[in-house]
T-cell receptor, first 115, second 108 residues
Framework: GAVVSQHPSWVICKSGTSVKIECRSLDFQATTMFWYRQFPKQSLMLMATSNEGSKATYEQGVEKDKFLINHASLTLSTLTVTSAHPEDSSFYIC???????????FGPGTRLTVT | QKEVEQNSGPLSVPEGAIASLNCTYSDRGSQSFFWYRQYSGKSPELIMFIYSNGDKEDGRFTAQLNKASQYVSLLIRDSQPSDSATYLCAVRNTPLVFGKGTRLSVIA
């Protein structure tokens, strides 16, 4: 149980284009999902907390107009990287917490390369 | 600011030995504690969680929590080369607060 999927697992896009990443909780419902970014050999960095039916809460320094988050249902959150730049190339990971639970489960991650 | 501290390592142990990973946290009100394993290039995987003082065992893994001293540890018995990874300690807030991780290397 407690499986989180992400799609795509990797994506290459050109500078200036937008990329959408989906995060789904497959066997549980989650009112809250989280989006992280991780650069090589660095720690996880929380980007935003996504709440179903409401606006996401962004961490300091994360541009909300560049990283658009939509949490349309209890099992789906999306992250759209708009006007991508090469410095946005990173490993993007979502996580979710089942209702009435404290545990946080991670998706397999999406590796984004912007050329 | 709520902080979670871990020794970055690397921690090297021979195959078959016990690996001991430690973590301290600053928020005395924290109630839930988690250990994640992250292989290079992969996302974190939850391996243990503990909510009460004392020990919690799951297979080769034992989590230990001491709220008075504000530390949580993870013991890995009979360490295998496949245990070589970065281990992340996390403390429950919303969201989780992660340590920077300890890199474990099990040498065959």
């Amino acid at each position: 149980g407690a499986v989180v999927s992400q799609h795509p697992s990797w994506v290459i896009c050109k500078s200036g284009t937008s990329v959408k990443i989906e995060c789904r909780s497959l066997d549980f419902q989650a009112t809250t999902m989280f989006w992280y970014r991780q650069f090589p050999k660095q720690s996880l960095m929380l980007m935003a907390t996504s709440n179903e039916g409401s606006k996401a809460t962004y961490e300091q320094g994360v541009e909300k107009d560049k990283f658009l988050i939509n949490h349309a249902s209890l099992t789906l959150s999306t992250l759209t990287v708009t006007s991508a730049h090469p410095e946005d190339s990173s490993f993007y990971i979502c996580s979710a917490t089942p209702l009435e639970s404290h545990e946080q489960y991670f998706g397999p991650g999406t590796r984004l390369t912007v050329t | 600011q709520k902080e979670v501290e871990q020794n970055s390592g690397p921690l090297s142990v021979p195959e078959g030995a016990i690996a001991s990973l430690n973590c301290t946290y600053s928020d005395r009100g924290s109630q839930s504690f988690f250990w994640y394993r992250q292989y290079s290039g992969k996302s974190p995987e939850l391996i243990m969680f503990i909510y009460s003082n004392g020990d919690k065992e799951d297979g080769r893994f034992t989590a230990q929590l001491n709220k008075a001293s504000q530390y949580v540890s993870l013991l890995i018995r009979d360490s295998q080369p496949s245990d070589s990874a970065t281990y992340l300690c996390a403390v429950r807030n919303t969201p989780l607060v992660f340590g920077k991780g300890t890199r474990l290397s099990v040498i065959a």
